[in-house]
């Protein structure tokens, strides 16, 4: 149980255009999703926090107008990448808390590639 | 917020030998501290976790020690095997529904 399937897997894109990643917990209701992103050889870096039904949460430092983050139902979370460039090329991927119980779940990591 | 230190960054080991990986956290709250193997490309995988409520946590050749007093944790490895190369990174969060704040990895090779 807690499974967290994220789309697509990879993306490459062409310079200032957007690309929008999907998290959607398949088998429980995640009211909760956190959005990583992790640089080549480097560790995972909470961008932002998305809440169902309220604007996201962001950590310093991530722009909120490039990052778009939708949360709109129990099972949906996307992360919208608008205008990308070349530095934003990263591994994301997104995680939530298991309903009652310790831990969290991650989604499988999109891998962009902005050209 | 958070703040989770993680030594050392790099760490080779001869198969068979033991591997020991620490890391320390800044906010007294935190109560969940996981454990996670990450392959190239591919999500964390959980390996141990532990909770505030223990000091010590074994699963196989895994084991998870926890100072609360000192407010760090270990993962130690025994028996190691070239299947274990990996990166490895430790969390803390006082999961209640709140981020989790992972350390800066270990890259971890086993040589056979």
């Known amino acids: 149980g807690a499974v967290v399937s994220q789309h697509p897997s990879w993306v490459i894109c062409k310079s200032g255009t957007s690309v929008k990643i999907e998290c959607r917990s398949l088998?429980?209701?995640?009211?909760?999703m956190f959005w990583y992103r992790q640089f080549p050889k480097q560790s995972l870096m909470l961008m932002a926090t998305s809440n169902e039904g309220s604007k996201a949460t962001y950590e310093q430092g991530v722009e909120k107008d490039k990052f778009l983050i939708n949360h709109a139902s129990l099972t949906l979370s996307t992360l919208t990448v608008t205008s990308a460039h070349p530095e934003d090329s990263s591994f994301y991927i997104c995680s939530a808390p298991r309903t009652g119980a310790y831990g969290y779940t991650f989604g499988s990591g999109t891998r962009l590639t902005v050209v | 917020g958070e703040n989770v230190e993680q030594h050392p960054s790099t760490l080779s080991v001869q198969e068979g030998d033991s591997a020991v990986i620490k890391c320390t956290y800044s906010d007294s709250a935190s109560n969940y501290f996981p454990w996670y193997k990450q392959e190239l490309g591919k999500r964390p995988q959980l390996i141990i976790d532990i909770r505030s409520n223990v000091g010590e946590k074994k699963d196989q050749r895994i084991a998870v020690t926890l100072n609360k007093t000192a407010k760090h944790f270990s993962l130690h490895i025994t028996e190691t095997q070239p299947e274990d190369s990996a990166v490895y990174f430790c969390a803390a969060t006082n999961n209640n529904n709140n981020d989790m704040r992972f350390g800066a990895g270990t890259r971890l090779t086993v040589k056979p």
């Open positions: 088998d429980f209701q995640a009211t909760t």
